[in-house]
């Protein structure tokens, strides 16, 4: 049980273009996911939670114009990163709180994303 | 200072011995911490959470939870080439969020 999942599991695109990450939470209901980004040999810095059916909180210093997160349905969240740019390559890693169990957070297999 | 601290390591250990991790953090009103491993490449996995003062074994893995001196810990007991990998202590800050700390990076040789 508690199985995230994400896609893609790696992506390049070019500077200047969209990526949208999809996380899905397969066997629970998940009002809460969360949004981590990690840049190598570093620790996971939290970049918004996503909250079923209202908009995201991000944290200081995250742009929100840039880092567009939707949270549609108790099982999907997404993170799309607008005009990418080379800096923004990174491992992108989503987990979500199973509602009905405690506060453990179970993350997704993560998205490596790099940016030419 | 940071909320959250950890030696990075590398750690290095002989297979069969005992790893001990430490971590301190910084808020003496955070309440849960949680321990995840990491291997190199991948998403971090959940190894066990301590709430409470004292030690909490699950297997291998022993966490210890000192409140008054602001730290935690967790053993694992004989050590296998598998368990190299990166441990990152992590507490819970208001409702929902995780504050990280860098990780410590155990190496266990055969």
């Known amino acids: 049980g508690a199985v995230v999942s994400q896609h893609p599991s790696w992506v390049i695109c070019k500077s200047g273009t969209s990526v949208k990450i999809e996380c899905r939470s397969l066997?629970?209901?998940?009002?809460?996911m969360f949004w981590y980004r990690q840049f190598p040999k570093q620790s996971l810095m939290l970049m918004a939670t996503?909250?079923?059916?209202?908009?995201?909180?991000?944290e200081q210093g995250v742009e929100k114009d840039k880092f567009l997160i939707n949270h549609a349905s108790l099982t999907l969240s997404t993170l799309t990163v607008t005009s990418a740019h080379p800096e923004d390559s990174s491992f992108y890693i989503c987990?979500?709180?199973?509602?009905?169990?405690?506060?453990?957070?179970?993350f997704g297999p993560g998205t490596r994303l790099t940016v030419t | 200072q940071k909320e959250v601290e950890q030696n990075s390591g590398p750690l290095s250990v002989p297979e069969g011995a005992i790893a001990s991790l430490n971590c301190t953090y910084s808020?003496?009103?955070?309440?849960?911490f949680f321990w995840y491993r990491q291997y190199s490449g991948k998403s971090p996995e959940l190894i066990m959470f301590?709430?409470?003062?004292g030690d909490k074994e699950d297997g291998r893995f022993t966490a210890q939870l000192n409140k008054a001196s602001q730290y935690v810990s967790l053993l694992i007991r004989d050590s296998q080439p598998s368990d190299s990998a990166t441990y990152l202590c992590?507490?819970?800050?208001?409702?929902?969020?995780?504050?990280f700390g860098a990780g410590t990076r155990l190496a266990v040789h055969p």
């Open positions: 992590a507490r819970k800050s208001g409702y929902n969020k995780l504050i």
């Open positions: 066997d629970f209901q998940a009002t809460t």
């Open positions: 996503s909250n079923e059916g209202s908009k995201a909180t991000y």
């Open positions: 808020d003496r009103g955070s309440q849960s």
């Open positions: 301590i709430y409470s003062n």
């Open positions: 987990s979500a709180r199973d509602q009905g169990v405690g506060f453990e957070q179970y």
